[in-house]
């Protein structure tokens, strides 16, 4: 059904699985969907305690991304905008054109 969808559509109920599902992939973490295409992890267990310089989720970043790539539109990508180890409340994750 999703790939039959037009990409914002699609995009759309994707996420809305990924609110229902979110123990799934984010634990005992907190799942915050700020839109369709952007979210946040807080309390993220992943990385929870780590200190970095730069961005750690990569685990989250692979899954969104490859989820997002093979039900949705193959030229969509993860970024990973904040991350926990660097400082920020949460990790936050949007999906965007590549």
């Given amino acids: 059904m999703l790939t039959g969808a037009p990409w914002p559509i699609a995009a759309w109920l994707l996420g809305r699985w990924a609110r229902?599902?979110?123990?799934?992939?984010?634990?005992?973490?907190?799942f915050?969907?700020?839109?369709?295409?952007?979210?946040?992890i807080a309390d993220n267990p992943l990385i929870r305690g780590e200190r970095a310089a730069t961005v750690s989720?990569?685990?989250?970043?692979g899954l969104f991304e490859r989820l997002f790539q093979r039900l949705?539109?193959?030229?969509?990508?993860?970024?990973?905008?904040?991350?926990?180890?660097?400082?920020?409340?949460?990790?936050?994750?949007?999906?965007a054109r590549a």
């Fill in 20 to 30: 229902q599902h979110d123990w799934t992939f984010v634990g005992s973490g907190t």
């Fill in 32 to 40: 915050n969907p700020l839109n369709a295409l952007e979210w946040d």
């Fill in 57 to 61: 989720c990569s685990w989250h970043m």
């Fill in 72 to 95: 949705v539109s193959p030229d969509l990508e993860c970024r990973e905008m904040a991350c926990a180890a660097i400082g920020a409340p949460a990790c936050r994750f949007v999906i």
